[in-house]
């Protein structure tokens, strides 16, 4: 995700869908991080006191954490949305017949939603494969009500630092997603004009027993490198050797360390909920907190 600077770091939105139609089928197997960053995402909720009319799960992939939303609020109507249609197709077979839930294709920068419609969007590691986070903000902030509130999460710069740097060692090329840092997040979130805005950087190591199989997990929920300057083709077998040695530097108790900078947010979109004080401060009632159990 970019907001400005080199185009070749653009991500090629035809190149994300395609990669994300051709994981759909076995996504929930491999995708073991994003699926315990959703439910982190979704306890975090314990925080504020809402009860939303309409939820939007942006970048919904399967419907996993929709299904975790709907048990949440039984009453609420859920729109998942993602630009996959075979992610929607899957999520559409798995959702509960009891859960309210409606299915839409589409993109986080030109949202097909009418404006204030949202009370709850919720966006689990989606933002981070759009290409200008100012404009993702703002149609987030377009489409939620007054008071209505963002919960999100995305990936932070220090993301497979390891395979970037063993990369590194095999060409110039771009083979590794760049990603926003954390307070630049947050300065587009006031620049948008949320309110409240709250983050939180977490640090996550999975573990492979080679590289191959880093590779083949990325494959599998389709997170592969779709900037615009990207690497083209396959690795050859030479070039696929020097990466493997390369990794092999971070080697630690007999496992390949994977590291994930996971940057968690909410912010509230402009309404009653809070209002400027004479000393520049926010007042923010207490209503709209909820203590964690």
């Not at 709850?120 to 703002?138: G, I, K, T």
């Not at 004479?278 to 907190?289: A, K, M, N, Y």
């Given at each position: 995700m970019v907001s400005s600077g080199n185009p070749s770091f653009f991500m090629e939105k035809r190149a994300v869908r395609r990669a994300f139609e051709q994981a759909a089928a076995g996504y929930e197997t491999s995708a073991v991080l994003q699926d315990q960053v959703g439910a982190q995402l979704i306890e975090r909720l314990d925080l504020v006191k809402l009860e939303p009319q309409w939820i939007l799960d942006m970048g919904s992939g399967t419907g996993l954490q929709s299904r975790r939303l709907n048990r949440r609020y039984p009453r609420a109507r859920l729109l998942a949305l993602d630009l996959a249609s075979n992610m929607l197709q899957q999520a559409r077979r798995r959702k509960g017949w009891r859960q309210r839930q409606y299915f839409c294709q589409g993109d986080a920068e030109d949202l097909p939603l009418a404006t204030a419609s949202i009370d709850?969007?919720?966006?689990?590691?989606?933002?981070?494969?759009?290409?200008?986070?100012?404009?993702?903000?703002?149609?987030?902030?377009?489409?939620l009500r007054p008071g209505g509130l963002?919960?999100?999460?995305?990936?932070?710069?220090?993301?497979?630092?390891?395979?970037?740097?063993?990369?590194?060692?095999?060409?110039?090329?771009?083979?590794?997603?760049h990603f926003i840092d954390m307070h630049?997040?947050?300065d587009a979130l006031v620049r948008q004009g949320y309110e409240m805005p709250v983050l939180d950087v977490e640090h996550y190591q999975l573990?492979?027993?080679?590289?191959?199989?880093?590779?083949?997990?990325?494959?599998?929920i389709g997170a592969t490198?779709?900037?615009?300057?990207?690497?083209?083709?396959?690795?050859?077998?030479?070039?696929?050797?020097?990466?493997?040695?390369?990794?092999?530097?971070?080697?630690?108790?007999?496992?390949?360390?994977?590291?994930y900078e996971v940057v968690y947010g909410h912010a509230w979109g402009g309404g009653p909920h809070a209002s400027p004080r004479?000393?520049?401060?926010?007042?923010?009632?207490?209503?709209?907190?909820r203590r964690r159990p």
């Open positions: 709850l969007l919720y966006a689990n590691m989606s933002m981070q494969w759009c290409n200008d986070l100012d404009q993702v903000l703002r149609e987030f902030a377009r489409v963002l919960m999100f999460s995305t990936l932070g710069p220090d993301t497979l630092k390891e395979l970037r740097h063993a990369f590194a060692a095999v060409d110039d090329q771009s083979h590794v997603s630049d997040i947050g573990t492979y027993a080679a590289v191959d199989d880093l590779l083949r997990d990325l494959r599998n490198n779709a900037a615009a300057g990207r690497a083209r083709g396959l690795l050859t077998p030479r070039r696929l050797q020097a990466l493997r040695q390369a990794y092999e530097g971070f080697r630690a108790d007999g496992r390949l360390p994977a590291t004479e000393d520049g401060g926010i007042v923010f009632p207490l209503t709209r907190l």
